[in-house]
């Protein structure tokens, strides 16, 4: 094939599928830069708000019959958010829990802390990000 019947043949469907292209990048190129402009503006109007003893819940199966304990039982977390929105945050908004499901034993064992928060609100840190499991000795 020649190279003038490469670029001649179907010019027209090639300059529509450029243009379509073009039109793609540009779009695409100005809605990033846009969410990125509106995500700088949230976050220099947010407020941060520390929470410094959380109770840690922990979640196991309703057929587990095993006792499991964390520790430390409190963690401080800090969020984020709309100052409207931090501000009326109250302790009881914020889930702070340690999944258990399909633990059978529990020596040495951390797991990590998971923050479940209200819309509009980010969890920045949770400290102690991890907690030791233990599950207390039977008494007979």
């Known amino acids: 094939m020649r190279l003038k019947d490469l670029i001649l043949k179907d010019f027209w469907l090639k300059l529509l599928s ?23 503006d949230t976050l220099s109007m947010a407020q941060s708000r520390v929470f410094p003893a959380l109770p840690v819940l922990v979640v196991s199966s309703a057929a587990d019959v095993h006792e499991f304990k964390v520790r430390p039982s409190y963690v401080e977390v800090e969020v984020r958010g709309s100052p409207a929105v931090v501000s009326k ?46 599950m207390p000795a039977k008494t007979e």
């Open 18 to 40: 450029l243009a379509f292209a073009v039109l793609i990048y540009v779009t695409v190129s100005t809605a990033i830069k846009r969410e990125i402009n509106i995500a700088a």
């Open 89 to 134: 945050l109250t302790e009881k908004d914020i889930r702070v829990i340690v999944d258990l499901t399909d633990i059978k034993w529990a020596v040495g064992l951390r797991k990590r802390v998971e923050v479940s928060i209200p819309p509009g609100v980010m969890h920045v840190r949770v400290w102690p990000s991890e907690v030791e499991v233990v």
